[in-house]
């Protein structure tokens, strides 16, 4: 008998044990509401039955099971286990984030968790009554309507046509799609002609076409190459595909497949705003099959993708970033990681710190399914997999089409700067490449990378510089709004009229942010019409769009932005991009910064001349004879690849050596310091010279609390399992067990 079942609570707590009361049938994956200490009501996954009493005298009863089917099957279960056992979390904080927030509801009291409990949307479905399925009947019917009740004529005519073909009508018409009124429809109801019943809304399948776009020689030879590698047993396959070869029409053939054996497919973008997109150009093809899901989805809608799909039985296409890959999708079969170099697929900020992209592979043997890695410039995390025969590895070396690569340019700032050839951020190459460009009626697009280089005050007298009261870091300027922001913790204050370091000076902006080069551009080129796409002007998901749509219908000539121009736009016009400083690229201090560096210069170069014509990209420069800008302008991947790689087995990081992070908070410095000086001790002793640390990171302040920093580097091909073993032993011991153990602990596995 299984009287007891182990329960996982959204918490960072291993699973609870509770028992089964009689009569109440459960099965494991089920959704159960449980009580945890003396009030508070949870919705908790049973996670195993059986029949240990455990040893603890007062076990509480499992209160009563939620939803009429398991919310996480077998599968689902595998992989959140895998999840908390690599990412050094519980399954409780993968359920955390995994089940949408309104399906796990808790709360003080049992009226409280019914409250909040989620009830999907109904809609209205109308049918002809039985009788009037008979054509006399019908006729009958309509002919006595037609004269006496002319808007009930036109409604029962509308639902007796719905199924087109000339046939009358027997399937159910959701009411939404209906032109009459509903004062008619409750009359037709009243005199028995129809029904309407409310049911939890259908998804409609429509027929969908499938009108797949038809593949060049070099895409089907790909194709083919793909589909040779599944066949022959691999599971993940890296496809290496140069931008505008045409990576997305491969993935359509390789959906129509799956879908049209009825399985799932799950294609994963690292941004929102690509969602967007992608789903405009796969709707053309797979229409109603295809549903989005990301963060920014009101809860409800995520609820009811969630319950919806749990119920389906198969033959979805969901398109969705990181969160999309804890769906309940029970026929999984075909995963597609688009970009996948992307940083945008690791979570950093909370548990778990999963890599969707990494986690992706793994579900490829979880689900019994094919995992397709899509990039023009793969992480060498999975390009060295491929080199390795782990993952299987397909090339598109060409273009589609007649689009020729663009012709890369690399401008020497500091000559310009010796030649007096340089305007602001302009040297005089660009800006002349920027007017003939113009003047040819095309478009130009500006990359402007900010991190780390965000606008700030600084006293012209004194060089003092505003910084945030509670976060170690300086206060980033606003202009529009004449104010300073902490970016970490929210704090704003008002520009100061005087230094108040040396009481003198006055405080002017410094720094080299988007906004200061349209500004500066705006004084080269007064008659160019600029717009200018990033975190400040793109304020809402309509605000982006309308800058986009301006650029792309040609009512601004000049694009400028951060990161988020670089992916996927494909603007017709534009033959022209420039890069305004690729040196704070190269330069940032991690161990990834080349592979950044040539990954973000190749996708900005990508925009350039799209279609037709062959684009230009200038890369302004100090350093012109860096090995990267080199590969950049010889479109090289492989000879970035080499390099890095080679350098990256010399310093042990990854893909040659495991990467996990610990960070230590506290509020009490000389605490904190106390605390990570006896880890360092303690690891040191077990991990020697893998142990780094403690260092404090470039923020070591962030809302009044400390921090301080450990990274172990664990070779390849030692038991990373057995390292995660020591490492957690050693910080019980050292920091949990003991008067440290008010210090914040958190794990960074595989940190990006
Ligand atoms: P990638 O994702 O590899 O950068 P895309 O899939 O966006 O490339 O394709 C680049 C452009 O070429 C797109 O405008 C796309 O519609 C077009 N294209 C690529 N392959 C085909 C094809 N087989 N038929 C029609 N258009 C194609
Ligand atoms: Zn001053
Ligand atoms: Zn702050």
Request: charged share 25%.
């Amino acid at each position: 008998m299984n009287r007891y079942a182990d329960i996982v609570l959204p918490l960072a707590q291993p699973a609870y044990t509770y028992a089964v009361p009689d009569g109440l049938d459960i099965r494991e994956g089920d959704a159960v509401a449980v009580q945890l200490g003396f009030r508070r009501i949870y919705t908790g996954i049973v996670w195993r039955m059986h029949d240990q009493r455990p040893d603890f005298p007062h076990i509480k009863p499992i209160l009563r099971r939620l939803y009429g089917h398991p919310l996480v099957d077998a599968r689902q279960r595998a992989l959140w286990e895998w999840m908390a056992g690599y990412y050094m979390c519980t399954e409780g904080e993968v359920m955390r984030f995994a089940l949408p927030q309104l399906i796990k509801p808790s709360g003080d009291t049992e009226e409280e968790l019914l409250q909040r409990a989620y009830s999907p949307r109904t809609e209205a479905y109308v049918a002809l009554a039985p009788d009037l399925l008979h054509e006399d009947c019908l006729h009958e019917t309509m002919e006595r309507l037609e004269r006496r009740a002319p808007r009930q004529y036109a409604a029962l005519l509308e639902i007796a046509t719905a199924d087109g073909d000339n046939r009358i009508a027997t399937s159910e018409v959701p009411r939404r799609l209906l032109a009459a009124d509903s004062a008619t429809l409750t009359a037709l109801r009243k005199k028995g002609f129809i029904s309407i019943a409310h049911r939890e809304r259908n998804v409609e399948r429509g027929t969908a076409r499938f009108q797949l776009p038809i593949l060049s020689a070099a895409q089907r030879q790909c194709l083919d190459r793909i589909r040779k590698c599944f066949n022959e047993g691999s599971r993940t396959l890296l496809l290496h595909g140069i931008t505008g070869s045409g990576k997305t029409e491969i993935y359509m053939h390789l959906m129509v497949e799956t879908l049209a054996q009825e399985n799932d497919v799950l294609l994963l973008v690292p941004e929102i705003a690509m969602t967007t997109q992608l789903i405009a150009r796969l709707e053309r093809i797979f229409g109603s099959r295809v549903t989005a899901y990301h963060s920014k989805l009101p809860l409800a809608r995520r609820a009811e993708s969630y319950l919806r799909l749990s119920r389906c039985t198969g033959g979805e296409l969901v398109v969705g970033t990181r969160s999309a890959l804890f769906l309940p999708l029970r026929k999984l079969r075909l995963i597609v990681v688009d970009e996948e170099h992307d940083a945008g697929y690791k979570q950093s900020d909370s548990q778990p710190r999963y890599n969707a992209r990494d986690t992706a592979a793994v579900m490829a043997r979880i689900y019994d399914a094919h995992t397709v890695l899509g990039s023009a410039t793969p992480s060498l995390e999975s390009y060295a997999n491929a080199l390795s025969g782990k993952y299987a590895l397909a090339t598109l070396a060409e273009r589609y089409g007649d689009a020729r690569l663009p012709h890369v340019i690399v401008s020497d700032t500091l000559r310009a700067v010796r030649r007096n050839e340089r305007t602001a951020h302009f040297n005089a190459l660009l800006l002349e490449h920027i007017e003939q460009a113009l003047a040819r009626g095309e478009q130009v697009m500006l990359f402007q990378n900010r991190r780390g280089f965000a606008p700030y005050v600084k006293c012209r007298n004194c060089g003092w510089t505003p910084r945030c009261p509670h976060c170690n870091v300086t206060l980033v300027y606003h202009k529009r709004e004449e104010r300073l922001q902490c970016h970490y913790c929210g704090h704003t204050e008002s520009v100061p009229e005087h230094c108040p370091s040396c009481g003198a000076g006055k405080l002017l902006p410094a720094g080299f942010g988007t906004e200061k080069v349209e500004e500066e551009l705006a004084k080269c080129l007064p008659q160019a019409r600029i717009e200018r796409l990033d975190r400040d002007t793109a304020t809402s998901e309509r605000a982006c769009n309308e800058i986009i749509s301006r650029f792309e219908n040609g009512q601004s000539d000049i694009l400028i932005g951060t990161q988020m121009i670089t992916k996927g736009f494909d603007f017709a016009r534009v033959s022209l991009v420039g890069i305004l400083n690729a040196d704070n690229l190269l330069l940032s201090p991690d161990f990834r910064a080349a592979e950044r560096a040539f990954q973000l210069m190749m996708q900005v170069a990508g925009r350039a001349g799209r279609r037709d014509a062959a684009g230009e990209v200038i890369i302004q420069t100090g350093e012109p004879d860096h090995p990267v800008i080199r590969q950049v302008a010889a479109g090289d991947y492989e000879a970035m690849a080499r390099t890095q790689l080679s350098e990256r087995r010399l310093f042990s990081y990854p893909p040659y050596a495991r990467l996990i992070r610990l960070t230590l908070r506290h509020r009490d410095r000389e605490f904190l310091y106390e605390a990570s000086a006896a880890l360092a001790k303690a690891l040191r002793g077990r991990f020697g010279r893998r142990a780094m640390g403690p260092v404090a990171p470039s923020v070591d302040r962030v809302r009044e609390t400390y921090i301080t920093e450990f990274l172990l580097k664990i070779e390849t091909g030692a038991s990373a399992a057995h390292a995660r073993q020591v490492l957690r032993e050693t910080v019980r011991t050292t920091l949990n067990d003991t008067a440290f153990k008010s210090v914040i602990l958190s794990y960074d596995v595989d940190p990006q």
